[in-house]
């Protein structure tokens, strides 16, 4: 998992594991006749590589809301680190990919403790940006 600081100034921390998300992946994959992509080898390169050809996508991992890369959209999903790679898939760098997927699931952490936002304001205005969206 991928460390990011939980309040500006702060040294990051590591995102904790979530417990029971491989079991989620592997029973998902089960279910679609695939093979999940879990753990160390869940870096950036293979989760893109695959999303661009998926039909279906399903992502069991943190779900964070901070603009990590200034650009004005905020939101990252939390991949495994490697290399130069910080383990962050940004939303702007999802919205780049040209994908044909008919169906995207994202089940973010639930967990406490989980640094969705070192902002508030952000998770109010993607819920309202949710709500437009989906009616």
């Given at each position: ?49 695959q ?50 997927a008919?169906l ?32």
């Open positions: 998992m991928p460390s990011i600081s939980p309040k500006i100034g702060e040294p990051p921390q590591q995102l904790p594991s979530l417990p029971g998300a491989q079991a989620e992946a592997n029973a998902i994959a089960s279910l679609l006749n695939t093979k999940a992509i879990t753990g160390s080898s869940a870096t950036k390169s293979p989760i893109v590589q999303m661009l050809k998926a039909r279906m996508i399903h992502l069991a991992t943190h779900g964070l809301l901070d603009d990590f890369k200034g650009q004005g959209v905020p939101g990252a999903i939390a991949l495994a680190p490697s290399g130069n790679d910080n383990g962050l898939l940004t939303s702007s760098e999802i919205l780049d990919l040209k994908l044909n008919e995207v699931v994202l089940l973010p952490s639930r967990q406490k403790n989980t640094y969705f936002s070192r902002n508030p304001k952000a998770i109010a205005k993607r819920c309202c940006e949710a709500q437009i969206a989906f009616g």
